[in-house]
């Protein structure tokens, strides 16, 4: 049997997905995503710690990600520690910030508007 077929019988798709029974506001505690729809889609972590290739949370972890507090590879957050970044602090490669940003190629928004 192939993999993705062994994996089919676990979930809506393939891939791993891992929620908390526990939430706050509605959302997982903790929303571990890895999943692929049959259709290709992926699925988003959605939750207070979200990780996943895609995520939204407040602590994040993703390759493309949301949060308030975001570790990623692109990622749009208030604290962000990433390769490219829209955020109002942080550390990127390349980023755009509003408070500070330190990294290669960073620029400050309230700055260019200016």
Avoid: C
């Avoid at 077929?5 to 903790?30: C, M, Q, R, V």
């Avoid at 604290?79 to 509003?98: D, E």
């Amino acid at each position: 049997m192939h993999k993705r077929e062994k994996l089919k019988k676990w979930n809506d798709g393939w891939g791993f997905e891992y929620k908390t029974k526990a939430s706050f506001l509605g959302l997982p505690l903790i929303h571990l995503s890895f999943l692929y729809r049959p259709n290709g889609m992926p699925v988003p972590a959605k939750g207070i710690v979200s990780i996943g290739q895609f995520g939204i949370g407040v602590i994040n972890i993703s390759q493309f990600g949301i949060g308030i507090i975001s570790v990623s590879q692109f990622t749009i957050a208030a604290y962000a520690l990433a390769q490219f970044a829209l955020a109002y602090t942080g550390i990127a490669q390349i980023g755009l910030f509003f408070q500070e940003g330190n990294g290669q190629i960073v620029a400050d928004i309230i700055a260019m508007l200016q």
